[in-house]
């Protein structure tokens, strides 16, 4: 804020200081005693007009001097002198402080008038914001305007109604709260440069954004419903990226082994059937004794996996012939006499009988 010393006030209170020191002297002084004190009076009241041009400028601050309304210098901070009033006057400004400006709430308190503002896809949404701003050029600030704030606030407002305007309720409370941000704040820096305010914009936050009171639960309800359907899509969407890829990964898994079997299979008959050919090479050469080769291996592959007794041509012709009583399963109810039965050699089971010549 400008700091503005109120010069004509001063005059007001010197004149009315002057005539007041008149009357005084009219009536306790009069001829040569009169004579003498006026002088001295000039001068003191002189010496007290002339200091009136000291003034001091704060770190932080600048002080414009005018000269007969126009700017003439700047001053910096430290003490410093301007000729008195009406000649010269003095604004101080703060260049480093940070000003607030709240636009739709005032102390905590929400101002409906200003945050009420009507979105994109025609809802009503409270929309309150605060923002901060300095003062870059002192000049402009002073001259240009006759009320700043007011105009740093209008276009606030203005800024802020085209933004929300141009978005769907959900995006202003939730999605696009930062864009919102920044596009006020470049629509109002845009704004306070075209009317040369001397204002720079350092902050704009964007309070709570909520519906009217009237729908205010409705709407949470409707929001919460939402964020609801969205963390379910999520948990689906995890589910899916978690089965999908080890389904795949089974998937190629089994299309190896198969391709691994078909490539086994393939090699297999290739040489069974290369063995098959070699074979009837053989055959076709000389087929009894090919015959009689491939018989003896078919009777070594058959013979060790099967029950054999071997006899005499005598015992043969005494024997009569046997069951395959290991064919058959023995009772759990009596496994002593089966026991027995194993024992006893009339009873031992053979599929094959093979005689034996003397």
Same mark, same amino acid.
């Given at each position: 804020?400008?700091?503005?010393?109120?010069?004509?006030?001063?005059?007001?209170?010197?004149?009315?200081?002057?005539?007041?020191?008149?009357?005084?002297?009219?009536?306790?002084?009069?001829?040569?005693?009169?004579?003498?004190?006026?002088?001295?009076?000039?001068?003191?009241?002189?010496?007290?007009?002339?200091?009136?041009?000291?003034?001091?400028?704060? =770190?932080?601050?600048?002080?414009?001097?005018?000269?007969?309304?126009?700017?003439?210098?700047?001053?910096?901070?430290?003490?410093?002198? !301007?000729?008195?009033?009406?000649?010269?006057?003095?604004?101080?400004? +703060?260049?480093?402080?940070?000003?607030?400006?709240?636009?739709?709430?005032?102390?905590?308190?929400?101002?409906?008038?200003? +945050?009420?503002?009507?979105?994109?896809?025609?809802?009503?949404?409270?929309?309150?914001?605060? *923002?901060?701003?300095?003062?870059? &050029?002192? +000049?402009?600030?002073?001259?240009?305007?006759?009320?700043?704030?007011?105009?740093?606030?209008?276009?606030?407002?203005?800024?802020? !109604?085209?933004?929300?305007? +141009?978005?769907?309720? #959900?995006?202003?409370?939730?999605?696009? !709260?930062?864009?919102?941000?920044?596009?006020?704040?470049?629509? *109002?820096?845009?704004?306070?440069?075209?009317?040369?305010?001397?204002?720079?914009?350092?902050?704009?936050?964007?309070?709570? /954004?909520?519906?009217?009171?009237?729908?205010? &639960?409705?709407?949470? #309800?409707?929001?919460?419903?939402?964020?609801?359907?969205?963390?379910?899509?999520?948990?689906?969407?995890?589910?899916?990226? &978690?089965?999908?890829?080890?389904?795949?990964?089974?998937?190629?898994?089994?299309?190896?082994?198969?391709?691994?079997?078909?490539?086994?299979?393939?090699?297999?008959? $290739?040489?069974?059937?290369?063995?098959?050919?070699?074979?009837?090479?053989?055959?076709?050469?000389?087929?009894?004794?090919?015959?009689?080769?491939?018989?003896?291996?078919?009777?070594?592959?058959?013979? =060790?996996?099967?029950?054999?007794?071997?006899?005499?041509?005598?015992?043969?012709? $005494?024997?009569?012939?046997?069951?395959?009583?290991?064919?058959?399963?023995?009772? /759990?109810?009596? =496994?002593?006499?089966?026991? /027995?039965?194993?024992? &006893? =050699?009339?009873?031992?089971?053979?599929?094959?009988?093979?005689?034996?010549?003397?």
């Amino acid at each position: 804020m400008a700091h503005r010393y109120d010069e004509p006030q001063f005059d007001q209170k010197l004149g009315q200081f002057f005539q007041q020191a008149e009357e005084w002297l009219k009536r306790n002084f009069h001829g040569q005693h009169l004579t003498r004190i006026v002088p001295i009076a000039v001068i003191v009241v002189a010496v007290a007009w002339l200091a009136t041009g000291v003034y001091k400028v704060d =770190p932080g601050h600048v002080g414009v001097v005018r000269t007969f309304g126009k700017e003439t210098k700047r001053t910096g901070p430290g003490l410093n002198y !301007r000729y008195p009033y009406p000649f010269q006057r003095v604004d101080v400004v +703060s260049l480093a402080e940070v000003r607030r400006i709240e636009v739709g709430i005032r102390a905590g308190q929400r101002i409906s008038e200003e +945050s009420m503002m009507l979105t994109g896809d025609e809802n009503i949404v409270e929309a309150p914001m605060v *923002v901060q701003y300095r003062v870059a &050029d002192p +000049s402009k600030y002073l001259f240009r305007l006759r009320d700043p704030e007011g105009t740093l606030r209008g276009a606030i407002e203005v800024s802020l !109604r085209s933004a929300v305007g +141009s978005m769907t309720i #959900d995006q202003v409370m939730i999605e696009e !709260r930062a864009k919102v941000q920044e596009d006020t704040r470049a629509f *109002v820096q845009k704004y306070m440069d075209d009317y040369q305010s001397g204002i720079s914009i350092t902050e704009v936050r964007l309070q709570a /954004a909520d519906p009217p009171d009237q729908v205010r &639960d409705a709407f949470h #309800d409707v929001v919460r419903a939402r964020e609801d359907r969205e963390k379910l899509i999520n948990q689906a969407r995890g589910y899916q990226a &978690d089965v999908l890829p080890r389904a795949r990964g089974e998937g190629q898994k089994i299309l190896r082994e198969a391709e691994g079997y078909q490539e086994e299979r393939v090699l297999l008959a $290739r040489g069974e059937a290369a063995r098959f050919l070699s074979v009837l090479a053989e055959y076709q050469n000389a087929r009894e004794v090919t015959r009689g080769r491939l018989h003896l291996e078919t009777v070594e592959k058959i013979l =060790p996996n099967i029950d054999k007794v071997i006899m005499g041509g005598d015992v043969t012709e $005494r024997m009569l012939p046997l069951l395959p009583i290991t064919a058959v399963q023995p009772s /759990a109810a009596a =496994p002593t006499a089966s026991a /027995a039965a194993t024992t &006893d =050699p009339r009873t031992v089971a053979a599929p094959m009988l093979i005689r034996r010549s003397n």
